[in-house]
């Protein structure tokens, strides 16, 4: 059901900027694009959305495509503890999030 | 000041118990949901609520019942627990402001049925 898919896994040296890339080629005019991560089996925790213009914030910047089929997450300066499972989600009916298997980011030293 | 707690964290318990898990949130948010995370980290919605409404129930097993007995609460019933039924279970809430409707997430309940 997940709307998104997303590289299985990436490595990012720490201090360096992390691109997560998500295609959403399905994506209907009006749904926003949301990003989470879940760090070791915490509850997942909310980064940024965005519907069609770039986003940014304390955690993260969130460029979309002009066409919105695909966006990108980047942390800019990545440390050791933003190793997690990032979740690009496109919300359905009634709200519903469908998470898929994520990308699993290694940040390394 | 947590956001949105559950209780228990940790429920070891045997095959055919029931049991019930807690949730709770502060934000005043009008929606709840329940998630399932099972041993191959799939996230998949259970249920949701708004103003004590159901308005999501996926394909889930009736031995599951949701309750909610006001806009802040949000418990989670299992009845007859199987081996299958060990997994993490997360609460979320969130409040619609238009389209927008970013979910908060609880720090799980994990639960083992042996």
């Known amino acids: 059901d997940a709307k998104t898919t997303q590289p299985t896994s990436m490595d990012c040296a720490e201090g360096r900027a992390a691109n997560l890339p998500c295609n959403h080629s399905?994506?209907?005019?009006?749904?926003?694009v949301y990003w989470y991560r879940q760090i070791h089996s915490q509850g997942p925790q909310y980064i940024i959305h965005?519907?069609?213009n770039n986003e940014t914030n304390e955690m993260a910047s969130l460029i979309i495509t002009e066409d919105r089929k695909s966006s990108t997450l980047i942390l800019p300066h990545a440390t050791l503890r933003d190793t997690a499972v990032y979740y690009c989600?496109?919300?359905?009916?009634?709200?519903?999030?469908?998470f898929g298997s994520g990308t699993k980011l290694n940040v390394k030293p | 000041d947590t956001a949105v707690s559950q209780t228990p964290k940790y429920l070891v318990t045997q095959m055919g118990n029931d049991k019930s898990i807690k949730c709770e949130q502060n934000?005043?948010?009008?929606?709840m949901y329940w998630y399932k995370q099972d041993s191959k980290k799939f996230l998949k919605i259970m249920f949701s609520?708004?103003?004590?409404?159901?308005?999501i129930n996926e394909t889930v097993p009736n031995r599951f019942s949701p309750k909610s007995p006001d806009k802040a609460h949000l418990n989670l019933h299992i009845n007859s627990l199987e081996l299958g039924d060990s997994a993490v279970y997360f609460c979320?809430?969130?409040?619609?402001?238009?389209?927008?409707?970013?979910?908060?997430f609880g720090p799980g309940t994990r639960l083992l049925v042996l």
């Open positions: 989600i496109v919300r359905g009916n009634f709200n519903k999030f469908y």
């Open positions: 965005g519907l069609k």
């Open positions: 609520y708004n103003n004590k409404e159901l308005i």
């Open positions: 934000l005043g948010h009008d929606t």
């Open positions: 979320a809430s969130s409040q619609a402001r238009g389209l927008i409707q970013t979910q908060y």
């Open positions: 399905t994506i209907s005019g009006n749904e926003y």
